[in-house]
């Protein structure tokens, strides 16, 4: 028997398998079971993806769906991994529990997405003889792996699956292990979301259309912003919009951010005479697209705004980026490529004059992001240190510097680096001394 266990903890992953599913990209199998697991920090308040609008115009293209939450209770999916030496009793049972087979002859391959963390690493690890199949969500996937994998799990990659989410873009995600990557058709993926939008609630059917929609990150859950900067942050997207004449203006908040953030909204909408719609349904943003036809879609970093502005052809702007490229902390955290791709593709909405909001040309795109992916994980592609030289020296300018950190080029010792002579000053603990009692002098003197 073959079998194909698919992986998702997103409605977004589960469309994206859809549509790789529609346009014939897995071989035929005699099952094909879709896994589900929740991984938001309290799945039983959460929705899982299989009880979201419109999963169930998917659920056809698998044969049976599975909860990974179900199977390990107690344990949460983002936080377990099986013991190396209970993995072969884990695979029986689960083998056992979901009729997967259990002799030579009876095949299964993983279809799994971040593969480099928990959850989909722990399911790799416990058939460690199934080929495994990657499929990336969003736009991570033009990164680098976030984590050095174990070879014996990266060399049984076979292939990256990807949305074209930044056209003529190569991912960096799995090529230490030479994973070949493949296109998931933008028509497909479009023709799954136009099905998904078909069962949206009453919510969304009546919201207004042509109007501005704002997207929420709950950024503070990743400890990226404080919620201070995260509510100002949504202000600064209300005040844009309504800067630039919108008056019928959308917010949709991440399923699991805190109600006052739509409360300071509110607040802030009546005083400038906007009409504000927050939506509480989980919907897809995309399924947003397809329904009210935004005129201006606004956000910081999120995914959707590139699928708005590539696949649909909405006017797309962001806001705060220049922050998060501040905040993002380590430098390989991996929201760092998500915020350098945003913040130079599109336009910023509080500072781009005109109306238009077109997307940016980037001066070798492709070489930027290849710097900044050996930046961030340096012994995961060291076979880029010489591109990253040869693009520092040609193009390191104050429109790129601040996708770099100086102390991180030093690190690195790469063109742009701190001069070594005053290398030891940013951790000398008599200078940060001084400077800290000037500084304090100065908002004396202010005060």
């Keep these: 028997m073959r079998t194909q266990l698919f992986f998702a903890s997103t409605l977004y992953g589960a469309a994206t398998l859809a549509a790789a599913l ?46 990974w939450n179900e199977t390990i209770r107690p344990f949460h999916p983002g936080g377990w991994s099986p013991r190396p030496d209970d993995a072969p009793l884990w695979e029986r049972y689960l083998r056992t529990l979901w009729n997967l087979g259990d002799g030579l002859e009876d095949e299964v391959t993983l279809v799994l997405e971040s593969i480099q963390v928990e959850p989909a690493l722990a399911v790799a690890r416990l058939f460690p003889d199934a080929p495994v199949e990657v499929y990336a969500d969003g736009l991570m996937s033009y990164g680098p792996t976030r984590n050095k994998l174990d070879p014996l ?35 497909a993926f479009r023709a799954v979301l136009a099905e998904l939008a078909e069962d949206v609630p009453p919510s969304v059917t009546e919201l207004p259309r042509g109007g501005a ?85 606004v956000g910081c970093f999120s995914t959707a705004l590139l699928t708005a502005s590539a696949f649909y052809g909405l006017p797309a702007a962001r806001t705060g980026t220049e922050l998060l490229l501040e905040q993002v902390t380590p430098y390989q955290n991996s929201n760092r490529i998500p915020v350098t791709l945003v913040d130079a593709l599109l336009p910023d909405l509080g500072t781009d004059e005109g109306t238009g909001l077109t997307p940016r040309t980037v001066p070798d795109l492709a070489g930027l992001v290849r710097t900044v992916g050996f930046c961030m994980q340096p012994r995961v592609l060291p076979e880029l240190r010489d591109e990253a030289e040869r693009y520092l020296a040609a193009h390191l300018s104050p429109a790129t510097r601040r996708y770099f950190k100086r102390r991180r080029l030093t690190a690195l010792a790469l063109p742009g680096a701190v001069p070594r002579q005053f290398a030891f000053v940013p951790r000398n603990p008599t200078v940060r001394r001084v400077a800290r009692r000037a500084r304090a002098l100065k908002r004396a003197a202010l005060g």
């Design 22 to 67: 529609d346009d014939g990209r897995f071989e035929d199998a005699d099952q094909r079971l879709l896994l589900v697991s929740n991984n938001a920090a309290n799945p039983e308040t959460t929705p899982a993806l299989d009880v979201m609008p419109g999963f169930e115009r998917l659920r056809g293209r698998f044969d049976r769906v599975l909860s």
């Design 153 to 187: 799990v990266g060399s049984r990659v076979r292939r990256l699956l990807h949305l074209d989410l930044v056209p003529g873009l190569e991912p960096l995600l799995l090529t230490e292990f030479s994973v070949p990557s493949e296109i998931v058709p933008t028509a």
């Design 213 to 297: 929609l704002l997207l929420g990150q709950y950024l503070s859950a990743l400890e990226i912003l404080t919620p201070g900067e995260e509510e100002d942050l949504h202000l600064r997207m209300l005040r844009g919009a309504a800067a630039r004449g919108h008056r019928d203006v959308v917010f949709k908040p991440h399923p699991v951010a805190p109600a006052r953030y739509s409360r300071a909204l509110e607040k802030e909408a009546g005083e400038l005479g906007v009409t504000l719609t927050v939506l509480s349904a989980p919907v897809l943003a995309e399924a947003l697209y397809e329904r009210m036809r935004p005129a201006l879609v």
